[in-house]
């Protein structure tokens, strides 16, 4: 049986747990805030409506600061936002416990903690679980006795990746693992178009491959006047990412990993993909 990596990498309950923590130390606070408002009456000598306040200042801050939470986990990532919260959350309930003031209270525990504790966590965190979560998981199998390479349709040709690119070719023995996507027929022409079909640089080629479903009719392509080209590191990377994320076999996923690259170091299309991605 090949070994498959979790669709969440293997940390899934680390994911609950640290979530868990996240939204005791966070949102519990808030939910039960009743515990310290007689406290914090009493000890300031003021009213109930003053007392509360702190916790609606915070309530209020956690849906204002919601939009620019996104906006910089969009600018920079969830990781860096994530722990600009934490930083700044933590400092909120420092400077809280000096004991100043009512209004000091307002500032802290309020628009510091209420800004970033609450919505800089939680509304930075939804865009990553839910393109994570999103994320179609398609099926994949291996085709027996066909092999990946490398290279270029004409000999001298460059492309925008600045090396070899992808294809299939029979190869007693060899296997190629792959993803299934679902498509009608009408859709084919445009495929055939994005794949090249259309200036020759590839040929599409039909297999009958065996599934849990039985055998399904599936469609690869081919590259036409092959020529050997090694790939490169940016292309390699894009090829590896794909197969990781999709859950192809481990060991599958160690050898792309040593495929050898021509050491292009130059702008790429990785450029405009990561840039568009962030």
């Known amino acids: 049986m090949n070994s498959r990596r979790p669709p969440d990498g293997g940390y899934g309950w680390v994911v609950v747990m640290s979530a868990f923590f996240i939204m005791g130390l966070t949102a519990a606070v808030l939910k039960n805030f009743g515990l310290f408002f007689l406290d914090i009456q009493s000890h300031f000598q003021v009213m109930t409506s003053t007392t509360s306040w702190v916790t609606s200042t915070t309530i209020g801050m956690f849906h204002l600061g919601a939009p620019l939470a996104s906006v910089l986990t969009l600018r920079f990532s969830q990781r860096v936002v994530i722990i600009l919260g934490g930083l700044l959350s933590a ?38 679980l839910l393109a994570f979560y999103s994320r179609p998981h398609h099926p994949s199998l291996c085709v027996q006795d066909y092999k990946l390479n490398f290279g270029l349709y004409n000999k001298y040709v460059d492309n925008i990746w600045h090396g070899g690119v992808a294809t299939i070719e029979s190869c007693q023995g060899a296997e190629v693992w792959g993803v299934i996507w679902t498509l009608s027929n009408e859709n084919l022409p445009s495929l055939d178009n994005q794949e ?9 080629l039909e297999l009958s491959l065996e599934t849990d479903k039985g055998l399904l009719l599936c469609r690869t392509y081919q590259m036409n006047n092959f020529h050997a080209c090694p790939p490169s590191p940016q292309y390699k990377q894009v090829v590896c990412l794909g197969a990781e994320q999709n859950g192809l076999p481990v060991d599958y996923l160690k050898r792309l990993q040593a495929i050898e690259t021509n050491n292009y170091s130059g702008p790429s299309l990785l450029d405009q993909i990561t840039t568009v991605t962030k």
């Not at 000091?104 to 865009?127: C, D, I, K």
């Open 91 to 128: 400092s909120g309930m420092l400077l809280a416990s000096l004991d100043l003031s009512l209004p000091w209270l307002y500032l802290t525990m309020g628009v510091m903690q209420g800004n970033t504790l609450e919505a800089f966590p939680l509304f930075s965190r939804s865009p990553s």
């Open 196 to 204: 090249g079909v259309n200036e020759s640089y590839y040929s599409p």
